[in-house]
């Protein structure tokens, strides 16, 4: 009978402090998403279409789909200004370009980039729960984080001369 009061009194007092109820009311943190990339895909391009790659001076953009999100918020940076640092992407000055992305898309095209230079790609997914609730950044890693860096570079310049003759 002690042995029965006393475990009535623990559930109740673990009820009473909350438990996994509590956890479970709680939303999480949307699913995380990646680029599409020959490092986690082992397919390049032209194999794999969607595989992220470079053109002259304009870098298609792929990555997997999330269902049920907000968006994606994708940013980018020269590779030589966060290769080191986390911390690097959290300084505005940093980042040479951010934009959000619709739910319904998995690609983006960015034009008009130096030629012949590599770029550091993050992104994550956004909740419709508000900010506490995003994906965490893909992307951000330093190089000796390789499993979490997303890096291409643009081709060199053609030669202006030749195409003129």
């Known amino acids: ?3 029965g009061l006393l475990l009535f009194a623990s559930l109740t007092l673990m009820s009473a ?3 996994e109820d509590d956890e479970a009311d709680q939303p999480s943190p949307a699913s995380p998403t990646m680029f599409r990339i020959n490092e986690i895909t082992g397919i390049k391009y032209p194999e794999d279409p969607f595989e992220m ?26 590779q030589e200004k966060v290769a080191n640092d ?8 940093n980042i040479a370009g951010r934009m959000i992305v619709s739910a319904h898309r998995t690609d983006t095209l960015l034009q008009d980039l130096q030629y012949n230079t590599t ?5 994550r997914v956004l909740s419709d729960k508000g900010e506490q609730y995003h994906s965490e950044w893909f992307g951000t890693g330093t190089d000796r984080q390789w499993a979490n860096i997303c890096q291409r570079t ?7 001369i030749a195409n003129e003759e």
């Open 53 to 78: 790659h470079a053109t002259g001076n304009t870098i298609q953009l792929h990555w997997f789909a999330v269902g049920d999100c907000a968006g994606y918020e994708i940013m980018y940076a020269l």
């Open 1 to 3: 009978m002690y042995y």
């Open 154 to 160: 643009t081709e060199e310049e053609p030669d202006t």
């Open 119 to 123: 770029y550091s790609f993050a992104i």
């Open 86 to 93: 986390v911390m690097a992407w959290t300084h505005p000055e």
């Open 17 to 19: 402090c909350g438990g």
